[in-house]
């Protein structure tokens, strides 16, 4: 199997994607989306933009790798009665079966960024984007101070070197290489603007709780614990993991939990 395609099937992202929802509606607010738009939302899990994107009347279609969240989006499309959005299982680095200049905006919110072959991926959202359409990317920034860059650093520390030739998706969160990227697909320097954003993770539980979410079904965080199990570490990279999720949550109440994680939001005019 496609080792991308394992590593977000291996767990249940729903469970981290609940908590993201708010975070998701406000962003979608500030995309400009009108119910002419064709809107396709790249690595889309189980819809926590391309929902909002479609309440907001776009035609919108959902493509990610692992089938587990597609079936979720559909569900939950479903469940909204939305006729207007659609899930489909798709690699973000070889989107054959989308046409060229299909979208007037492409949106991917921390989803895109863990394809491999970046460069293919630049040149895919490009290609099915149309002329005088936008490309909007979320991506997490590497060594940023707050959760999810954290929570990925600690993560790594317990796994295995990756393969050879492997590149980081936390590349995605770098200036100079987003700009190479979607240089080499043919987009101009200035046509690329960039902006810190945050992203707040809401849940209706404790922090140490929220842990064990990312444990147990965050594919990243679930392979770091069986490394950590295999080594004899897992209480080591569980009390890391709760020491970081404690201090980072500004929740006033000890059984719920609020962090926020800053993000670099790529914007492309194509």
Not at 113 to 119: G, V
Not at 156 to 172: D, K, Q, R
Not at 216 to 237: R, W
Request: net charge negative; charged share 20%; with cysteine.
């Amino acid at each position: 199997m496609n080792p991308n395609k394992a590593l977000w099937e291996k767990g249940d992202f729903t469970q981290i994607a609940e908590t993201m929802r708010e975070s998701g509606t406000a962003l979608v607010a500030t995309l400009g989306i009108s119910p002419d738009m064709t809107v396709l939302d790249l690595g889309c899990g189980d819809g926590t933009t391309a929902i909002p994107e479609a309440k907001l009347g776009a035609t919108v279609l959902g493509v990610d790798i692992a089938q587990n969240l597609v079936a979720a989006g559909n569900r939950r499309t479903a469940a909204e009665g939305l006729t207007n959005c659609r899930f489909q299982e798709g690699d973000a680095a070889d989107l054959h079966e989308l046409n060229d200049h299909s979208f007037d905006l492409v949106v991917s919110i921390f989803g895109a960024m863990f394809a491999p072959r970046p460069l293919d991926v630049a040149r895919e959202m490009v290609r099915v984007t149309k002329p005088g359409g936008r490309i909007v990317m979320g991506n997490w920034i590497p060594g940023d101070p707050t959760l999810v860059a954290q929570v990925l650093k600690v993560s790594s520390a317990y796994t295995p070197p990756p393969p050879e030739g492997f590149v980081s998706p936390m590349l995605w969160g770098v200036e100079d290489h987003v700009i190479d990227r979607f240089g080499q697909a043919g987009i101009a320097k200035d046509h690329i603007s960039f902006s810190r954003d945050t992203f707040t993770f809401n849940a209706p539980y404790s922090p140490s709780e929220f842990v064990n979410k990312f444990k147990n079904y965050y594919g990243p965080t679930m392979n770091a614990f069986d490394a950590a199990n295999a080594n004899g570490k897992s209480a080591e990279l569980a009390r890391e993991l709760d020491s970081l999720f404690n201090s980072q949550n500004k929740s006033t109440t000890p059984d719920t939990t609020s962090i926020s994680a800053t993000f670099l939001r790529v914007t492309v005019q194509c």
